[in-house]
């Protein structure tokens, strides 16, 4: 899918009044970025791919705003034959945690290997990461740095050790990022932070 059909897909599927679906917008904004910088370095990530993934990943909002809103946006990608462009949807929502980590937390073992299960290829990808650094530098509609965003979600949901985690998985990401560009990923974000659509 390419995201003209994934912002018409988003737009499809965005109730009137509702912010997540900028907040998607946004994600795909800092995602492309990242991915055209990583492809000027040389990596062979898709950026169209990213792209789109971005677009999607928080549509399962459309159908449930409660924490299974990943695997709900997959189960309506793949029902519409984007099941590739969904993996954002999942992968948004993981953050790249081990299958062995996952187990461990209160998601349901065999729910759980029916997300994996989904997963084409299973193992995590620097695109992975590119959809979740982006994703974690969206604050509701606004670009801002990482903390900002983890406090934010702080806020809004309370602490926990798996917004802990998140946040953890987001400087990972980060430092995987910086590590393919050969600089720091943070020249790529910083002159985005505070703007908004």
Known sequence: MNPAAALELLQAHSPAGETWPIHCRQVARVARC???????????????????????????????????HGWEGFQLM??????????????????????????????????????????DPPQWQLADSVISLADSSVAGVQIVPLAFRHEDLRKRYGASAWLDRHAELADQHAVQISAALGYDVAQILAPLYGTQL
Not at 42 to 50: L, M, N, Q, W
Not at 81 to 96: D, P
């Open 34 to 68: 990242i991915a055209d910088a990583l492809i000027e370095v040389g990596s062979d990530v898709d950026a169209d791919a990213i792209e789109a993934q971005s677009l999607v990943h928080d549509i399962g909002r459309s159908v449930n705003h409660g924490y299974l």
């Open 78 to 119: 793949e029902k519409l034959g984007h099941a590739a462009t969904g993996r954002g949807c999942i992968m948004h929502w993981l953050k790249g945690r081990s299958r062995e980590e996952l187990l461990q937390s209160k998601i349901p073992g065999e729910f759980l290997e029916q997300v994996l299960a989904c997963l």
